[in-house]
């Protein structure tokens, strides 16, 4: 049973930083794309970023790009989401996505697995 499991949110003040975590469990996760949602209140679910697990490719939403880094842990199959410079338009839950294939990494449908979410809370 494929599992993804985050960690790590909460509130912060605007200009800190928060680091999430997504750990896999229940298959192997070599060729999967594991990427962040998020979804705030009223809005819809949008993606964030990805890395693809085999070569560590990554992919950012232009609102976050050199202010959130994605990374992976093989030995610990986890993903990590370091963000910092936040801003309270960065809140939303925030969701950990696995998918083996599809064709553009920010669609939300191609994702096979979900994980519960966590709370990041910015506050001005």
């Known amino acids: 049973q494929v599992q993804l499991v985050e960690s790590g949110g909460g509130l912060v003040q605007a200009g800190g930083s928060l680091r999430l975590s997504c750990t896999a469990s229940g298959r192997t996760f070599t060729n999967y794309t594991m990427a962040w949602f998020r979804q705030a209140p009223g809005k819809e679910r949008e993606f964030v970023t990805a890395i693809n697990w085999s070569d560590g490719s990554t992919y950012y939403v232009d609102s976050v790009k050199g202010r959130f880094t994605i990374s992976r842990d093989n030995v610990a199959n986890t993903v990590y989401l370091q963000m910092s410079s936040l801003k309270p338009e960065d809140t939303a839950v925030y969701y950990c996505?696995?998918?083996?294939?599809?064709?553009?990494?920010?669609?939300?449908?191609?994702?096979?697995?979900w994980g519960q979410g966590t709370q990041v809370t910015v506050s001005s």
């Open positions: 996505a696995a998918r083996l294939r599809g064709l553009r990494v920010g669609i939300k449908y191609e994702y096979d697995y």
